[in-house]
């Protein structure tokens, strides 16, 4: 069974990005925020509802869903031809309590082997609609502090537009807060293109959802509803994992777990060592408190974890770092321990993809030499990687129906660097 090789990939991010004020294009102004959507289920107690895919390995996928009805099966019917299924799996389901709230039944099935760049159908429960997914490579978008407004809606439209294969989201998915039923009304909210694209997740600090004294079980919900294949990547947790698509190396780290040299996730130090750059030649890192920053906003909360990892992303040649939190869009130079370094990541800071905070509109100035591009506003961003030395990205802003590029670099990468490998063998005969 073919599993899924290198080959071009488009990563769309939904982002906030930040600049200053005179770089805006003619006749733009900045939009303010809009109110929260809620979408209903109109369909009955064991129809799917909030379906959703994760990539599992190299060529398989993990479908979830909810279902009212607590006896409805965990079973998905899946094939190449429309209406015709081949093949079926069943798995595990679970559910949980959170105060007054019970979640319905929640499904976990995963699907495969399956063949690369293919279309599949499928469907849920055994009677439920007709869905369909085509596997990887080609796209990848990520996505930040999305949450559930009008804008939330603007900018799942852009992204529908895209051609992508999967979404990468490394925090603050539903801003459900301890108010269950938001999780409910966003699985529903992003349905359309989260069943139909995986969606790879890490969390962020709005799926902790503890309250002093009466709730100490963070990220009930989050684990409950949004499984990723950590257990397949030798993690021991889900907040952070890794996986490959596309000839890139993928690592969703978590913000708000342990994360210094003594813990479980510094273990993905091993993980980082066993990529093979000839195959898979480019390396993408995920979380979401970012560890630079010029926004006036959540200054120094990541510091912490930079001061604990980023000698270990350095020493791996990681060659870009995708973070939000921030209600901005940032882009930077390629950095290690705050300065300029050709051999350091290009970090990227993206937190806007239509959240209810609104935008974090202030920066601090002068603007530091090392942050090269930044401004307030909602949108998303695509990252097209061309072959094992080139990369594309994107930025594009929000504007009503349409969307405009409003940055763009091209990346090279630190596989093909003669200097920075050469550097990173000599530190490892030492």
């Known amino acids: 069974m073919a599993t899924w090789g290198a080959g071009a990939l488009v990563a769309g991010i939904v982002l906030l990005l930040s600049i200053p004020y005179g770089a805006f294009s003619a006749g733009y102004v900045r939009p303010p925020p809009r ?35 607590k006896h409805a099966p965990s079973v998905v019917e899946y094939g190449k031809i429309a209406g015709k299924y081949s093949h079926s799996a069943t798995a595990e389901d679970t559910s949980y309590r959170y105060f007054f709230y019970s979640s319905g039944k929640i499904h976990h099935v995963k699907i495969g082997p399956l063949d690369a760049d293919t279309t599949y159908y499928y469907r849920c429960g055994g009677d439920g609609s007709e869905l369909s997914f085509k596997t990887p490579p080609s796209v990848l978008p990520p996505s930040r502090d999305l949450g559930q407004t009008e804008w939330t809606a603007s900018t799942l439209e852009h992204i529908k537009k ?4 999967a979404l990468l989201l490394p925090g603050d998915l539903s801003y459900a807060d301890c108010q269950q039923p938001l999780w409910d009304t966003f699985g529903r909210l992003v349905e359309p293109l989260a ?24 990220f009930l919900s989050y684990n409950a509803k949004w499984r990723m294949p950590y257990e397949e990547s030798g993690s021991t947790s889900n907040l952070y994992y890794s996986f ?39 390396v993408i890192v995920c979380f979401h408190a970012p560890w630079y920053n010029t926004n006036t906003a959540h200054q ?33 130079t390629r950095i290690y321990d705050n300065k300029a370094d050709p051999c350091g990541p290009i970090y990227v800071t993206i937190g806007d993809g239509g959240n209810r905070e609104g935008l974090a509109l202030s920066f601090k100035d002068p603007q530091s030499p090392l942050s090269l591009f930044r401004e307030s506003s909602f949108g998303h961003g695509r990252l097209k990687i061309l072959n094992n030395t080139h990369a594309h990205w994107e930025w594009h802003r929000n504007k009503d129906a349409d969307s405009d590029v409003g940055d763009e670099v091209w990346i090279q990468s630190l596989r093909s ?14």
């Open 35 to 69: 109110s929260l959507v809620s979408v209903p289920h109109l369909h009955g107690s064991s129809q799917p509802q909030q379906v959703h895919i994760s990539m599992v390995g190299s060529d398989h996928m993990r479908v979830s869903w909810i279902t009212d009805d």
């Open 300 to 332: 120094g909360e990541g510091e912490n974890m930079r001061k604990a990892m980023e000698a270990m992303l350095y020493n791996a040649r990681v060659d870009m770092v995708f973070a939000g939190h921030v209600h901005s869009y940032e882009r930077f």
């Open 244 to 282: 490959d698509v596309a000839g890139i190396h993928v690592i969703m780290l978590g913000s708000y777990t342990d994360f210094d040299s003594r813990s479980s996730q510094y273990t993905l130090e091993a993980d980082l060592a066993k990529v093979d750059r000839e195959k898979t030649p480019w």
């Open 417 to 430: 660097s003669s200097v920075c490998m050469g550097a990173r063998q000599a530190k490892d005969e030492l």
């Open 162 to 165: 895209s051609d992508y294969h």
């Open 195 to 218: 069943s139909s694209r995986p969606w790879m997740v890490t969390e962020g600090n709005h799926e902790i959802e503890t309250i002093p004294i009466l709730f100490n079980h963070p």
